[in-house]
Structure formats: structure tokens, C-alpha cells
């Protein structure tokens, strides 16, 4: 069986990427969105829970179910420690997208899928994609946005941002580039993209 051609859409914190995404799924794109499994695989998978609880605190799951907020709490100010929670998650999301991505090739319902991360180029695995689209913003928009969405301070948004690689640097590795600046192009960018991706796989 063929691989199918695999699109990764990355992004700062605030840049809307899911929004951009969400516009691809209605083109009848499959999209695996890694932020949302990751929080499931934190709840489901045994070796994952066990983890995270030996690293951080078996307080964590005091309620039964995973409280993100604390964890957030741990590791958004210290980066050893976020790099020690990406060890732990990373591998068993890494695993169930490559299941995920399985799963499509045997349907076979569309030319490509995507993966939404906001963190791949950061834990170095943009290599096992085939096109890199980077969503891009303006800093005041990201936080704005991250702020409304999160219930959070400015200073917070920025601590996020901080452990992030910077726009300029994600940029880098874009095969194509969609700026989200609240402008009501964003679909006409989808579109512009979902074309640019289709001639790609002709190549």
C-alpha cells in the first residue's frame, strides 16, 4: 500500500491554527489535531499516566482525570521540565498519529492529511512530512486571542510564547505560509494552500 502524502500545519500559541485547519477538514481533508489526543492519551494510556505522576506528583490526577492547569503550572516556567513532559507524551502521540495515519491510507478518502502541532519543529520531527505549513500572526493578535480564549494575562501569554521557537524561526521551514491576521481572507489562503499541496503531490 502507498504512503499517503503527510502535511504538517504548525504555529505559535494564538496564530489559529485549528481555525486554519478546521477550513481544511472542510475541504475533506482528514486532520489529526495533536494538542486535543495528546490531552486524551494523558488520561487513557497506562504507561503515559504512570509517567507523568512519577515525574510530577500523583496529585495530579487527585479528581481521576488529568488537571492540565497544574501541570501547565509546572512546566510552562521551567523548560527542563517541559522537556521532560514532551519525552514522556510525545512518543505515545507519535505512535497513535502514525496508527491514525494507517487508518486513512486505508480508506483512502483523500489526496493528503495533515498533523496540527504547535510544537514538531521544536521536538525536530518536521522531517517526517512531506509539506510544512507555518500559520503565522501579529504578536498583539496572538495575544489578544490567547487571552480571550484562555482566560489569562498578558504576562502569562508571553511566559507561553517564550518557550515556543520564534515565528521567524518556524518560517524557516514553510513550505507555505497563511497569515491569520483576523483578515477574512483566511479561507481564500486555505484554498490557495490546499492547491499548492495538490500540485506538490503530482510532482
Same mark, same amino acid.
Given at each position: 500500500m502507498s504512503k499517503i502524502f503527510k502535511v504538517l500545519v504548525c504555529g505559535g500559541i494564538g496564530v489559529g491554527k485549528s481555525t486554519a485547519c478546521k477550513l481544511f477538514g472542510e475541504l475533506g481533508i482528514p486532520v489529526y489535531y495533536s494538542d486535543k489526543e495528546? %490531552?486524551?492519551?494523558?488520561?487513557?494510556?497506562?504507561?503515559?499516566v504512570r509517567k507523568i505522576k512519577d515525574a510530577f506528583g500523583e496529585s495530579l490526577y487527585s479528581s481521576g482525570n488529568l488537571d492540565r492547569k497544574?501541570?501547565?503550572?509546572?512546566?510552562?516556567?521551567?523548560k527542563g521540565k517541559l522537556k521532560l513532559l514532551e519525552s514522556i507524551v510525545h512518543p505515545a502521540v507519535s505512535d497513535h498519529f502514525d496508527l491514525w495515519v494507517e487508518?486513512?491510507?486505508?480508506?483512502?478518502?483523500?489526496?493528503?492529511?495533515?498533523?496540527?502541532?504547535?510544537? %514538531?519543529?521544536?521536538?525536530?520531527i518536521q522531517d517526517k512530512f512531506d509539506?510544512?505549513?507555518?500559520?503565522?500572526a501579529d504578536e498583539d493578535v496572538r495575544i489578544k486571542r490567547?487571552?480571550?480564549?484562555?482566560?489569562c494575562s498578558e504576562d502569562k501569554v508571553r511566559e507561553r510564547m517564550n518557550n515556543q521557537l520564534s515565528e521567524q524561526d518556524k518560517i524557516k521551514y514553510a513550505d507555505a505560509l497563511i497569515i491569520n491576521n483576523d483578515f477574512p481572507n483566511l479561507e481564500c489562503q486555505v484554498k490557495f494552500v490546499h492547491n499548492k499541496i495538490l500540485d506538490n503531490i503530482k510532482k
Open positions: 495528546s %490531552a486524551k492519551i494523558m488520561n487513557s494510556n497506562p504507561d503515559v497544574a501541570l501547565g503550572e509546572i512546566v510552562f516556567n521551567d487508518a486513512q491510507e486505508q480508506f483512502r478518502d483523500s489526496k493528503y492529511v495533515i498533523e496540527e502541532s504547535a510544537i %514538531a519543529i521544536e521536538l525536530g509539506f510544512i505549513v507555518v500559520v503565522t490567547t487571552m480571550a480564549r484562555d482566560n
